[in-house]
């Protein structure tokens, strides 16, 4: 194989603690580096590896680190400039379509899944060479490496031979074994968002005693926030930031802090994750502009960037971003630099855009959304919407997901984890560069690629991913998904005090695939003894005008108990005998003893009364933007309903 077919074998693969190593094929130079990495061998791995003591020489080694690629081939795994684990196979004389497998990891790296992950990559290369078995024998003693196999999702076959094991597998990808990349792909992600969204300590790098620069502003955020672990503040050029004591490197804080926030000049960031991530520190957020968005140099700048990261396992948000925020009280981190920190809830929010994120916190305090947590991906160098979407999945805090996409890193692998995340929890996005000029435009924003909107609608509609067109839109599909549940169907009961308001709704439900049907025999005759003879009775329900606040409720009840029936919506325009707060006491009271989705429309210029905040009843200005939101999250009901199916990929 030349060098391009090489390259293609190189990975990072993301461990159990959520760093990473890099993964690639062994040159004949690493042959120093191996012979390092096997004196930091105990003589008992050595002994597990070879079944007897063994000593190795330079000269031996050649032996390892000189393969043909063809019929011998190995894998290498390294971090912060060591190799720290070797994988091979040796294809079998008389048998070139088997090969003998082999992994040694040392023993300071044991337990960090690097053995699976190097073991798992010898699949791709082994298929490429036509090999279709692997054979190997093992101490039965080494657990360790028998739990490794299981644990790779090769359904390994054991033949026990006294001490020793044999073992046989198919080299050839089954879907155990890509369910359990998946698995061992999303527990990767949590553990490293973890560090991101709720680490135990932060230093601020780039913290300034200016609270309106970004560095100040990032800082102030964190101490207002009331952020529940030390936050250190590093500027070289200052003793004390806003009153803290500084420090003049991430070395020189009093303990390795678990995250860093960096808001240093793009030229100077390198540096400064390089430092970090040698101390041990897991993440950092790189508020930072420069580098991907900003042309060759910039791009030049991430290529090096990533170059630290990779080399030394630390995971990165950004860079070109705005920061993460969690909102839960056992955390209180606002790590952006938005001044607004609204109440905590249950909804996740992920933005491409900083500009954005800015106003999108604002809008989810204005409208009263609580979030859990929210994150600006930036140019999504290294943590992406892929790895959010596998972490809020087992956040037992979010139940709604929110995205703001300008461009995909991995479709295939977006389209794969939607689906299996939306089961359980509803996304909704707003992808932009729908247009020519907005794919242009969201390219240069943070210098990746767009994808086409067809192909981009297509993929949200296999994935269960519910799209809008603006955020506004989003907030309104949010709005009812974090307070209503979803419903069983799409048919919709329209209760209002005026006819015009209530023919505009019908019109609107029906325009957005829901159904307005007829009401069931007894429905009709229990409001027909409610009701006033003026008032009509067939959905649209419009008790008229004079509709008092007790009617609104008992009318709601009605509705709910008619079995063709899946949401309720209620609309009220303010007349001048019923004040619009006893209305809307009276919906809340009948949204307690409500199974069915109930959003109402409160057409007053006196906005949506307290009540209906209170008992979480979803208000709109319009029938038509009540309509367009139900009938979104009615068809994410109806897809999530569905069998899952499989995807051919």
């Given at each position: 194989m030349d060098s391009d077919d090489l390259d293609r074998y190189a990975t990072d693969?993301?461990?159990?603690?959520?760093?990473?190593?890099?993964?690639?094929?062994?040159?004949?130079?690493?042959?120093d580096r191996m012979l390092a990495m096997w004196g930091r061998l105990s003589?008992?791995?050595?002994?597990?590896?070879?079944?007897?003591p063994r000593t190795m020489d330079a000269e031996q080694m050649r032996f390892f680190s000189d393969v043909d690629y063809r019929d011998r081939f190995a894998l290498v795994a390294e971090t912060g400039g060591r190799i720290v684990g070797v994988s091979r196979f040796d294809r079998l004389d008389g048998q070139p379509s088997?090969?003998?497998?082999a992994v040694l990891v040392e023993d300071a790296e044991h337990g960090r899944g690097i053995g699976t992950a190097l073991l798992r990559a010898l699949v791709e290369p082994a298929g490429d060479l036509g090999i279709t078995g692997f054979v190997g024998d093992v101490l039965r003693e080494n657990s360790r490496m028998i739990r490794m196999l299981r644990d790779a999702g090769l359904q390994p076959a054991f033949s026990d031979y006294g001490s020793v094991v044999?073992?046989?597998?198919?080299?050839?990808p089954t879907e155990t074994f890509l369910a359990t990349g998946d698995e061992q792909d999303r527990l990767a992600a949590v553990a490293a968002l973890r560090s991101v969204f709720s680490p135990g300590s932060i230093a601020v790098v780039g913290a300034s005693r200016d609270p309106a620069t970004i560095g100040g502003l990032v800082f102030d955020?964190?101490?207002?926030?009331?952020?529940?672990?030390?936050v250190y503040p590093v500027n070289p050029a200052a003793a004390h930031v806003q009153s803290v004591a500084a420090y003049a490197s991430v070395a020189d804080c009093p303990t390795v802090p678990e995250m860093v926030v960096v808001c240093v000049p793009a030229p100077f960031v390198r540096d400064v994750v390089h430092d970090a991530a040698r101390l041990g520190t897991k993440a950092a957020v790189i508020i930072s502009a420069g580098f991907n968005e900003a042309g060759p140099d910039g791009s030049r700048r991430e290529r090096e960037l990533m170059e630290v990261v990779r080399s030394h396992g630390i995971r990165v948000v950004g860079p070109n971003c705005m920061g993460v925020l969690n909102a839960d009280e056992a955390v209180r981190m606002n790590g952006t630099f938005s001044p607004v920190f609204g109440p905590p809830g249950r909804v996740a929010f992920s933005s491409q855009s900083g500009a954005l994120g800015l106003a999108i916190l604002a809008a989810a305090q204005r409208l009263g959304l609580g979030l859990s947590s929210f994150a600006s991906v930036g140019n999504k160098a290294d943590l992406s919407g892929n790895d959010l979407l596998q972490y809020w999945e087992s956040d037992p805090g979010t139940d709604v997901i929110l995205l703001y996409l300008e461009s995909f890193g991995n479709?295939?692998?977006?389209?794969?984890i939607a689906r299996r995340v939306g089961r359980r929890k509803p996304i909704v996005a707003v992808k932009s560069g729908r247009s020519e000029s907005g794919t242009r435009a969201a390219s240069s924003h943070t210098g990746a690629l767009a994808a086409g909107d067809v192909a981009v609608e297509a993929l949200f509609r296999q994935a269960g991913v519910i799209r809008t067109t603006t955020l506004e839109e989003l907030f309104s599909v949010a709005t009812v998904l974090a307070n209503q549940p979803v419903p069983g169907g799409n048919r919709v009961g329209i209760l209002t005090n005026g006819g015009g308001p209530g023919i505009l709704a019908a019109d609107a439900c029906e325009s957005n695939g829901l159904e307005v049907p007829e009401l069931a025999p007894g429905t009709v005759e229990r409001l027909g003894r409610l009701l006033p003879v003026e008032a009509a009775i067939r959905n649209p329900v419009d008790m008229i005008a004079s509709a008092s606040a007790a009617?609104?409720?008992?009318?709601m009840r009605f509705l709910a108990d008619d079995p063709g029936i899946d949401a309720l919506l209620v609309i009220f325009v303010p007349p001048v005998v019923t004040r619009a707060e006893d209305v809307a006491h009276e919906m809340a009271a009948a949204r307690t003893e409500i199974d069915v989705p109930v959003l109402s429309v409160f057409m007053s210029e006196r906005g949506v009364p307290a009540e209906l905040t209170g008992a979480r009843i979803p208000s709109f200005r319009f029938p038509e933007g009540a309509a367009q939101a139900l009938g979104h999250v009615a068809r994410y009901g109806r897809w999530r309903s569905r069998p899952l199916g499989n995807v051919v990929e």
């Open positions: 693969a993301v461990l159990a603690d959520g760093l990473t190593v890099h993964i690639r094929p062994i040159r004949s130079a690493d042959n003589p008992e791995t050595i002994r597990m590896r070879f079944f007897a088997s090969a003998e497998f044999h073992t046989t597998f198919r080299s050839t955020n964190l101490l207002r926030g009331r952020f529940q672990g030390p479709p295939r692998k977006f389209g794969r009617n609104y409720g008992r009318a």
